[in-house]
């Protein structure tokens, strides 16, 4: 009774509000509220200019954007979908560990039917679309491709004389990378012995460490082997993550990262990279916008793929889709909403998130030779089309994520060991797999 | 509950309940019970009931957990974890700030002339902002351009030198450490106001006896202090029960939970994990803690009015 | 004797001034990177800057969009202080002389607000909040802030008012005077003080907010100085320390200078607001 009288002197002082703060909005008008992530500054007056643009084709139809960062989203979205407050469109992450519990309550639209009709099942690239597909059903339109690299400093492997170590791929001349995993670990020694800090990896937020898991395993044991665990009997505790976590732990004993990674965050290790302390960087593709845009001397920086470590293995990494657009199921403006994901997926659209924002979208068929585009942005198109691994935090259960970010930690300070990381691994998979938490795409 | 001073013998002529008394209420007592009722004590009301249930924020039904969330905390490491660290701010607040602050009230006042401006200084770093002291002591904690592990190196004891929060053995100290940076001038100030009250007489007395300033100083000084101590020391038990702010920016709990103290772990298992039943029992147990704390300082202030 | 006397205060002295720049260390170092380049900084964090940079500190203000976060922590505690003030001396009136029954009780039921730990109700209010529609606004920010301030405003202005001389209400009542009227013009003129103490510690307590700001505010364009500054450590992808020290001096400094022009009503708000 009392909740609902202040429910409703609370709302009447909002509408108050509202109309003294003059939003004088038409009221014929269909308004779509989007919640994004687009915080940079180039992908964020890019995605006004679609906003503007699809308000002009469609006059009846209003676009309000809230632009938050990914803590911030993932904090208030769940709740705000579930009150029926939230958002028509939103860009949230991918994977069974964020949107997964969202389409578990029924509140993501199904748009298995929508892209059939609408034909996004032809226009837009496969395996993204798997990505956000759970029990044979699409959830979402995801709009980057995205997958991990290594960033380096070209001044600084010039001083160290390794700047000749960095090769075309095979097959893929817009690409670089190295003849050998063991030419990587000759270069980190070399600018650690050149006093340079040989990979600039902040470890302080949870997940970062899951990037260099997820591409060390792609590197060590395939994306063929990855597949065995998530769609057949394959484990977590087999001797190949074992070997991969190995790995990630040798660069720390060697001392290739950092003086305690987990005491730097991701920024300041970007910041330590970009300000000339280190020699590399191991992250991912989606560092691409920013160092164009943000970056003084963006020209010294460059990025390769690391080889294979083995020759059976193809050249790859760990991709995933980072985040995706998805549609409120309680929305009342569902067509509307459709519309313009589909004007974000048209090709002419491709073309200016490629050229404006450095984003690459999974959109079949763009020809991007005739673009307009940066030379590292360049690379990033040429990689788009190996046979990516991974990225495993956006495809993984949020328990298996916390044994894996837990892993990362502890490792770097000693107080775990590959091998226990690694049947924590196998223990949090399987309690998810019998609660059915985890990504069935197929 | 020990409310100070009960206003017992007002309520003696009891009027009748009328119209004019309804609206007297209305009038007085309503516009402040419209904040409060549903911005303080319906929520509270909900953690304790929340507590009882297992949900994860999005979905429309609560489970009904009974005391298992209660269960879980006693058998999860992480509480005990952060439950132990919640201690370690409790001891460490109350003895480097009790330390520092009584030193210096105890120098400020023997000075003569500077006394507004030294104990300004002192007590300068209590109006900012713990994200401001965050960043700040970040910075000199922070491996890569502090200057604590570059003046370790200076001294020769670069062996030390670390990323003190990135540390699962020093990021708690470290944090602690900034968190009373910003409370031992407080305290300072508090026992200077003390010292200013003190038996001036008995002082001299003890000078004429020949009774050297150590002396004084255990047997005179700190002894009249005791007001001032137990004010302190409460006030460091409820302090550190709350801490949040400048763990969360500092280290959100990390690494690995190693620096979480209730407050955070609570924040994370409610915002973070999705576990919402589990964050409201951390959050029952929390409020136990602080306001059998804060029950503490009220008796303890009691018979001083 | 009297040298000695000379000797031991300058001692005094040195051991205090010691102090006092030991204390004031931090602050100093972050003065100073906020006039250095990055890669000044990187190099070393402790010395002078080559070129004093003084557009750092605009470009914070900026490009930081501190003028912006001042401005809604203006907006934000000027409203909280009003209604904790008003509406808290007028519950403390409603309990100590309007001669209303069951105040007691509801006196009680305020102070529960007293012990109760910000984060207890935190969860709850924020899924409350969401419900009025009233996340992510700066009304659901005030409304909050000056709930939980309220507790603590009926509790010092209620210590307050039962020190008013009973006969002084009487008279005004024997003269024709309403429970307002009294009020306003009896009690509130003498109150100034505690209505001062009041305000300056709704001022911090709003100003220096983390935890609600944090959940209720996620539009970039609605956070306050705390979030701002909090939020300068990450989104972007490329830290900068020297933005973030410019952004923490020009957030620390007008603080500090209000505080020693306001030292002696800073350290008595401060120290009547311990019970908090």
């Not at chain 1, 578990?104 to 395996?127: F, H, S």
């Not at chain 2, 002396?215 to 029960?241: E, M, N, T, Y």
């Not at chain 3, 203000?61 to 808290?88: C, E, H, K």
Request: charged share 15%; with cysteine; net charge neutral.
């Amino acid at each position: 009774m009392y909740g609902s009288i202040v429910k409703r002197a609370l709302f009447a002082s909002t509408m108050l509000l509202g109309l003294a703060s003059g939003s004088a909005l038409a009221q014929d008008k269909t308004v779509i509220t989007m919640w994004d992530q687009f915080f940079s500054a180039a992908p964020n007056k890019l995605m006004d200019e679609f906003v503007a643009e699809f308000e002009a084709a469609h006059p009846d139809v209003q676009i309000k954007r809230n632009v938050l960062d990914t803590d911030s989203i993932r904090a208030t979205l769940p709740s705000a979908l579930a009150s029926g407050q939230g958002p028509d469109i939103f860009y949230y992450d991918a994977g069974p560990a964020f949107l997964g519990p969202l389409v578990q309550a029924g509140l993501v639209a199904d748009l298995t039917q929508e892209y059939a009709a609408r034909g996004w099942d032809k226009a837009l690239v496969t395996w993204p679309v798997e990505r956000v597909t759970y029990n044979g059903k699409i959830w979402g339109v995801p709009n980057e491709i995205e997958y991990t690299n290594v960033y380096v400093d070209l001044a600084v492997l010039d001083k160290i004389g390794m700047k000749d170590k960095l090769v075309p791929a095979e097959g893929h001349p817009d690409l670089l990378t190295l003849a050998s995993l063991d030419d990587f670990t000759a270069m980190m020694k070399a600018a650690k012995d050149g006093g340079v800090i040989p990979i600039a990896f902040g470890n302080r937020d949870p997940g970062r460490g899951g990037h260099l898991f997820s591409y060390f395993l792609t590197l060590t044991a395939g994306k063929d082997f990855v597949d065995t665990i998530l769609f057949g009997d394959g484990r977590w505790d087999d001797p190949k993550v074992i070997a991969a976590w190995d790995l990630y732990k040798s660069f720390n004993d060697a001392g290739f990262y950092p003086p305690s990674p987990n005491a730097i965050s991701y920024d300041e290790g970007n910041a330590l990279f970009f300000n000339g302390g280190a020699a590399s960087n191991i992250t991912g593709t989606w560092l691409v916008g920013d160092i164009v845009d943000q970056v003084p001397e963006a020209s010294n920086f460059d990025f390769f793929l690391l080889p294979s470590a083995s020759k059976d293995l193809p050249l790859s990494a760990a991709a995933g889709i980072g985040s995706t657009f998805a549609v409120s199921d309680k929305s009342a403006h569902k067509k509307e909403a459709l519309d313009f994901l589909g004007f974000l997926m048209s090709k002419e659209a491709g073309k200016r998130w490629l050229e404006q924002a450095n984003i690459v979208p999974p959109i079949q068929d763009l020809d991007t030779d005739s673009m307009k585009l940066s030379p590292m942005l360049k690379r990033v198109v040429a990689g788009a089309s190996l046979p990516l691994s991974y990225n495993l935090d956006v495809v993984m259960p949020a328990e298996w994520n916390q044994a894996m970010t837990a892993g990362t930690q502890s490792l770097l300070d000693g107080s775990s060991t590959s091998a226990a990381v690694s049947a924590a691994m196998q223990t949090a998979w399987e309690k998810a797999k019998a609660e059915g938490k985890i990504w069935k795409a197929r | 509950m020990a409310i100070p001073n009960p206003t017992a013998s007002r309520s003696s002529r009891r009027p009748r309940f009328t119209l004019a008394i309804a609206g007297k209420y209305l009038l007085f007592l309503g516009p402040a019970a419209a904040l409060y009722l549903p911005f303080v004590l319906r929520p509270l009301i909900e953690t304790f009931y929340l507590s009882l249930h297992q949900w994860n924020g999005v979905s429309p039904d609560w489970t009904f957990f009974g005391l298992d969330n209660f269960v879980r905390a006693f058998s999860d490491r992480i509480f005990w974890t952060a439950l132990f660290n919640n201690f370690l701010w409790v001891v460490a607040s109350f003895i480097l700030p009790m330390g520092f602050g009584l030193v210096l009230a105890v120098m400020i006042s023997n000075v003569g002339r500077g006394q507004k401006i030294y104990s300004g200084i002192f007590f300068m770093p209590v109006v900012l902002n713990l994200i401001i002291v965050a960043l700040v002591w970040g910075l000199i904690y922070n491996p890569l351009i502090g200057p604590l592990n570059r003046f370790l190196k200076v001294i020769g004891l670069g062996a030390y030198a670390k990323g003190w929060l990135g540390d699962s053995l020093t990021a708690t100290p470290a944090i602690i450490f900034a968190g009373n940076w910003t409370f031992f001038g407080f305290c300072t100030v508090i026992f200077l106001q003390g010292l200013r009250t003190m038996n001036v007489e008995q002082l001299e007395a003890a000078t004429l006896d020949g009774a050297n300033a150590v002396r004084k100083f255990f047997h005179i000084v700190v002894p009249s202090l005791a007001d001032q101590v137990r004010l302190i020391a409460v006030l460091s038990v409820i302090g550190s029960f709350k801490v949040f702010d400048i763990v969360y920016v500092m280290t959100k709990g990390g690494p690995n939970h190693a620096s979480e103290v209730i407050a955070t772990y609570m924040y994370w298992q409610s915002f973070m994990n999705g576990s919402l039943g589990y964050g409201a029992a951390l959050a029952v147990l929390l409020t136990v803690f602080v306001a059998s704390a804060s029950c503490l300082l009220m008796m303890s202030r009691e018979p001083k009015r | 004797m009297m040298a000695q006397r000379k000797r031991n205060t300058i001692l005094l002295h040195g051991f205090l001034i010691a102090g006092a720049l030991l204390t004031l260390f931090p602050l100093g170092l972050i003065g100073l990177m906020a006039f250095k380049s990055n890669p000044e900084i990187f190099a070393n964090p402790v010395g002078l800057p080559s070129v004093w940079r003084f557009n750092q500190l605009g470009e914070a203000w900026v490009n930081g969009r501190f003028g912006q976060y001042y401005t809604n922590s203006l907006l934000v505690a000027a409203p909280v202080i009003a209604l904790v003030v008003v509406f808290s001396s007028l519950a403390a009136y409603g309990i100590v002389f309007a001669g209303l029954p069951g105040t007691t009780a509801i006196l009680g039921l305020f102070m529960i607000g007293l012990i109760v730990p910000l984060q207890a109700i935190i969860v709850p209010l924020f899924h409350n909040l969401n419900g009025f529609g009233l996340l992510n606004s700066r009304l659901g920010l005030i409304l909050s802030q000056a709930a939980i301030g309220l507790p603590f405003g009926i509790f010092l202005m209620r210590s307050f008012f039962l020190g008013i001389p009973k006969e002084l209400i009487e008279a005004a009542r024997i003269d024709g005077a309403g429970d307002l009227t009294i009020l306003m013009r009896v009690i509130m003129p003498i109150a100034a003080a505690p209505t001062l103490t009041l305000a300056t510690l709704q001022f911090m307590f709003s100003w220096n907010d983390f935890l609600l700001p944090l959940i209720i505010i996620q539009d970039p364009a609605l956070r306050t100085v705390t979030l701002g500054l909090f939020y300068l450590q990450g989104g972007t992808y490329t830290l900068n320390y020297a933005l973030i020290s410019a952004g923490v001096l020009i957030t620390a400094v007008p603080i500090m200078i209000v505080f020693f022009a306001l030292q002696r009503q800073f350290i008595a708000g401060v120290t009547a607001g311990a019970v908090k």
